[in-house]
């Protein structure tokens, strides 16, 4: 799997919902159109919300993994 | 996309009726999943649900007549944090002060486990653009006035709710 660089990184280690949605969409709107957002989160809700919160807002979710036991996303500003 | 123009982002709708604790979290939590998604929301807060527009936040919560709640202790070892302890109902009802030991239990137990606050949720939805009507009728019947509720909601009947709800895609009810 080739690694993605990302323009900023979102820690929302500890945080349920509806927190990781709504840092990722605040983050979002700060950057760039094509940067690229790492978010972290400790959540199990997160990657189906995740994938949901992508759809809606048509930003594109590149990863959904996990690593170090935490789930880690990379979300691309597409508009 | 609202009924009549297609291009509109989508709209959520939600009455907020009640004003304990447990009932105050799922209408900002949801209000601010879907403003977070880019969505358009409203949410109409009546009777108890008015309370939730308060400045101080002081809703509580109560086990009583309330058999679905879990009864854990927010501390302590995991073993002890996982007892389910089973109160009697008729202890609830004559320890005085159980209600105010309920809430403070519950909040504790939402802030190890890394929910917000329901003062912060109620920020977030405002920084949001959350639109939160207050119910004229309620307001007249339990004696509030406009002063007595924080400064970014409006004043609305059932009527302005229901025009609202009517080009919504979900429309709930709590």
């Known amino acids: ?79 | 996309m609202s009924k009549s123009d297609p291009n509109a982002p989508k709209r959520l709708a939600l009455i907020a009726s009640k004003g304990t604790l447990d009932w105050a979290y799922p209408p900002f939590i949801l209000a601010s999943a879907a403003g977070a998604m880019g969505w358009e929301v409203g949410v109409f807060f009546t009777f108890y649900g008015l309370t939730l527009l308060k400045p101080q936040l002081t809703a509580a919560v109560t086990p009583i007549g309330n058999p679905a709640m879990p009864m854990k202790m927010p501390f302590g070892p995991e073993g002890f944090q996982n007892i389910n302890w089973p109160i009697p109902q008729l202890i609830m009802t004559n320890v005085p002060g159980f209600n105010a030991l309920a809430t403070s239990l519950m909040k504790q137990t939402f802030e190890n486990k890394g929910v917000a606050s329901v003062e912060e949720l109620r920020q977030m939805c405002i920084e949001m653009d959350v639109r939160m009507i207050g119910c004229q009728m309620t307001m007249d019947v339990f004696g509030f006035k406009r002063e007595d509720f924080i400064k970014e909601c409006e004043i609305g009947g059932a009527a302005t709710f229901l025009e609202y709800a009517s080009e919504a895609d979900v429309q709930l009810f709590i």
């Open chain 1, 1 to 79: 799997m080739d690694v993605i660089k990302e323009d900023q990184v979102l820690d929302c280690s500890g945080m349920l919902c509806p927190m990781p949605v709504v840092k990722t969409s605040k983050a979002i709107k700060t950057m760039e159109i094509g940067q690229v957002l790492k978010m972290i989160s400790t959540d199990p809700g997160a990657p189906p919300d995740m994938e949901a919160w992508s759809r809606q807002t048509g930003n594109e979710l590149l990863r959904s993994m996990q690593e170090d036991g935490k789930f880690v996303f990379y979300i691309r500003r597409s508009k």
